[in-house]
Nanobody, 123 residues
Framework: QVQLVESGGGLVQAGGSLRLSCATSGRTFRNYGLGWFRQAPGKEREFVAAISTSGGSTGYTDSVTGRFTISREAAKNTVSLQMNSLMPEDTAVYYC????????????????WGQGTQVTVSS
């Protein structure tokens, strides 16, 4: 059973920073591509960032490029999303997900999902 547990969400003012973390098992961490998605009220879930099993490949949606950084921390079996220069339009529930694929930007390739963590950015 693959389990993903997110943490680190909260309320922050525009321009501020938050760091999201997603804890997994060692097996999941080593064998799955990992990604972050988000869903704002009334909108569809969208891709935010992804990282390959090796950590050698990363990708971001255009709106967060240069502001967000995804990383894998092997010692803790976690994947993190450092979010800087946050904007009100970043407000959403953020989900961590695991894919059997090496790397993917498509939610259809992700088989396992965390419960989500709320990020709210005030203007």
């Amino acid at each position: 059973q693959v389990q993903l547990v997110e943490s680190g969400g909260g309320l922050v003012q525009a321009g501020g920073s938050l760091r999201l973390s997603c804890a997994t098992s060692g097996r999941t961490f080593r064998n799955y591509g990992l990604g972050w998605f988000r869903q704002a009220p009334g909108k569809e879930r969208e891709f935010v960032a992804a990282i390959s099993t090796s950590g050698g490949s990363t990708g971001y949606t255009d709106s967060v490029t240069g502001r967000f950084t995804i990383s894998r921390e092997a010692a803790k079996n976690t994947v993190s999303l450092q979010m800087n220069s946050l904007m009100p339009e970043d407000t959403a529930v953020y989900y961590c997900a695991a894919s059997p694929a090496y790397y993917s930007r498509s939610s259809k390739d992700y088989a396992y999902w965390g419960q989500g963590t709320q990020v709210t950015v005030s203007s």
